[in-house]
Every structure is written in C-alpha cells, then in structure tokens.
Nanobody, 121 residues
C-alpha cells in the first residue's frame, strides 16, 4: 500500500529555514510526479510545489517562488522541500502527495498525514 510519511516540521523564527522530507513506499517512486501541499488553519489546502518523476519539471506557487525548493532523491524514495526566508504566512500543515502519472498536471491520488510548520515573529 502507498505510504507517504512527512518529517522535518517544527517551530522556526521568521526569516529562518526548514527542510521537509517525505519518505515514500508502496509504489514505483521514480515513475510518479510528487507535490507538496499546505493547509493553514481556517484555509483551504493549496499547492506549494510539484516535481516531475525525473525532477526535470518544477512548479511553484507564486507565494513561495525564490524561497522554497522542491527536490527528490529517487534512489532513496524521498521527496524534499527546502524552505528559506520563512514568513508568518508560511505557518501550516504541510503534506506530500503522490502523482497519478509522471507529470503533476494529471493530479495527485495519495496524501500523507502532514508535518506542522509554525513560523513565529
């Protein structure tokens, strides 16, 4: 069965950095696109970043461009999100998601349980 387990969240001051990881299992990781989503309290879930199966195609939400970097290590079945220059508005539960196909445009079909990122002033 598909399993996505996020880690790396925590409390960080504004302007700081965190690196999230997502350990994937139960499917052929290098054949699927992956994404990071987030959901802040009282808000809808939003796409943060996505990456194609081989890492050649990246997409970012405008709100995180230039600050966040998505990457993957297909040998380790792991997805990453490097978050720099964190802002208060980045506070949210962050989820990784598995793509239906090699490109993220086809959509996601599994989500992890999330890891909480809290940015303080």
């Amino acid at each position: 069965q598909v399993q996505l387990v996020e880690s790396g969240g925590g409390l960080v001051q504004s302007g700081g950095s965190l690196r999230l990881s997502c350990a994937a299992s139960g499917f052929t990781f290098n054949s699927k696109a992956m994404s990071w989503y987030r959901q802040a309290l009282g808000k809808e879930r939003e796409l943060v970043a996505s990456i194609s199966n081989g890492g050649g195609t990246l997409n970012y939400a405008d709100s995180v461009k230039g600050r966040f970097t998505i990457s993957r290590d297909n040998a380790k079945n792991t997805l990453y999100l490097q978050m720099n220059s964190l802002k208060l508005d980045d506070t949210a539960l962050y989820f990784c998601a598995k793509g239906r196909s090699w490109h993220a445009s086809v959509g996601m079909d599994y989500w992890g349980k999330g890891t909480l990122v809290t940015v303080s002033s």
